[in-house]
Every structure is written in structure tokens, then in C-alpha cells.
């Protein structure tokens, strides 16, 4: 059973029907990162809708020929830039396994010294598209000086 029925109900979706599915997503968590996420507890009431939207992130990083590294250069890009606690431990963790805990943490604060030319080119151009989306154009990231192409081509 996944739910704890000796916490009390504070969240605004309140619990999740037992499920089979859901215990699934709860058994990923805590096999991948040792505790069950908070938002594996929304994604509960909809497991299926998850894993369809997971499935769909997976596909668009495939066509686009994206690397776990060069996913988790964007994330945690992303991450950084607004403040999102949870993908920053989520997907900084991963990134560290692929660069190293120094370089995934100076992304996380938006730095990037010591990075290869192709891997800032993606962290600036992601920065800019969640800090200043209307200056991202199919022409030029300003701050890195790469095309701005949906072409796997432009981070090679």
C-alpha cells in the first residue's frame, strides 16, 4: 500500500488511490534516489499520465540526438536559473556523474568555467530561453553566439 495513513492530509490534492502503478513509481524513487520525490506523490493520482509524458521527453531527447550529459547540462541549467530545488537535486545529481561534482554544481549557480565550448553553449542558450524567452530567436543566442537552430547540428 503507498499511502501513510498516519500523515495527516495537508497537501491540496490529498492522498492517492492505492495502486499498483503508483507503488511503482514510488519503488523507481527510492531504487534510483534513496526516497520517494515529492512530485512522484502528484504524479500518483496519474502514473499512467506520467509515464506517458516521460516516454515523451525520452523520444524528444532521442530525435534530438541529446546525450544524458548534455540533457543534464540543460536541466540543470534550468534548474538553476529559476530556482527549482528539485530538479537541481534530481538532475544535478545526474549531472554530476557524468562531469563531476564541481562542474555540475557551477551550472546549478549558473557558471560556466570549465566547461567544453559546446556544453556553455547549451547551458547559455537554456539560461536565456527560461530568463529572457522573447530574446531567443531563431537567429542568434546572444550570449553564446550559436545558432539557435532546433537542429542537433547547432550544439555539435
Do not use: I
Not at 33 to 52: F, K, R
Not at 64 to 87: E, I, K, N
Amino acid at each position: 500500500m503507498t499511502l501513510d495513513e498516519s500523515r495527516p492530509d495537508t497537501g491540496f490534492l490529498g492522498p492517492h488511490a492505492p495502486s499498483a502503478a503508483a507503488d511503482r513509481l514510488f519503488d523507481d524513487d527510492r531504487a534510483e534516489a534513496g526516497y520517494v520525490m515529492n512530485l512522484s506523490h502528484a504524479w500518483a493520482h496519474q502514473p499512467a499520465a506520467h509515464d506517458a509524458l516521460m516516454d515523451l521527453l525520452r523520444q524528444a531527447a532521442a530525435s534530438a540526438g541529446l546525450t544524458c550529459r548534455q540533457r543534464g547540462l540543460l536541466v540543470s541549467a534550468v534548474a538553476g536559473a529559476v530556482g527549482d530545488p528539485h530538479c537541481a537535486l534530481a538532475w544535478g545529481t545526474r549531472l554530476a556523474g557524468e562531469v563531476g561534482d564541481e562542474p555540475a554544481a557551477a551550472v546549478l549557480r549558473g557558471e560556466d568555467a570549465g566547461l567544453e565550448p559546446g556544453d556553455r553553449s547549451l547551458t547559455r542558450w537554456a539560461r536565456q530561453l527560461v530568463t529572457d524567452p522573447g530574446a531567443t530567436t531563431a537567429g542568434t543566442c546572444k550570449h553564446c553566439g550559436t545558432p539557435a537552430s532546433p537542429t542537433r547540428r547547432s550544439w555539435r
